[in-house]
């Protein structure tokens, strides 16, 4: 059997690298895991022929189907795909110890912009994707690194938790 992926041309023009790579990924997720679902309702429909994600901005009910779940799976495992925790957790320690030397500071906050971006590199990934990567393995320093608001970044910042 044949197996075509395609990426739409203009991510590469509208997004970053990173943001292609996570599509990519996200795909053979659903080649890997869904695809004898999708051979499944060929059989039902023979309309059937391609499976086409979408991003689709707004908010979606909760009563979730078959698809939305695939969805949801495709999109849960390709960042732990990309940045495998055993492998993300070093590097990061790795860069925030380089970061806290180049920098000449102990705060954790003062070395988060610039490992995030490192990590990002480093993984192929976006600059979202390394942030949000870094708060799930633990660094809840990162939820307020990297805030776009009013049109600019804000200035790092970090709440110890329950404030």
């Not at 979408?54 to 732990?80: C, F, H, Y």
Request: hydrophobic share 40%.
């Amino acid at each position: 059997m044949l197996v075509l992926f395609f990426v739409d041309p203009k991510a590469y023009f509208l997004r970053n690298l990173g943001s292609v790579n996570n599509t990519i990924v996200h795909e053979c997720v659903h080649w890997a895991l869904h695809r004898k679902a999708f051979e499944l309702e060929r059989l039902y429909n023979t309309n059937v022929n391609k499976i086409k994600c979408q991003v689709v901005g707004g908010i979606k009910d909760s009563n979730k189907d078959a698809t939305d779940w695939m969805e949801w799976q495709a999109n849960a495992l390709t960042p732990r795909i990309q940045m495998p925790i055993s492998t993300f957790k070093s590097k990061a320690f790795e860069l925030i110890k380089k970061y806290k030397q180049v920098l000449q500071t102990e705060e954790i906050i003062d070395v988060m912009e610039p490992v995030i971006d490192e990590l990002a590199l480093f993984f192929g990934v976006s600059r979202l994707a390394s942030k949000i990567r870094m708060i799930d393995v633990g660094y809840e320093e990162d939820i307020g690194t990297f805030t776009y608001i009013d049109g600019h970044y804000v200035k790092p910042h970090f709440l110890k938790k329950d404030f």
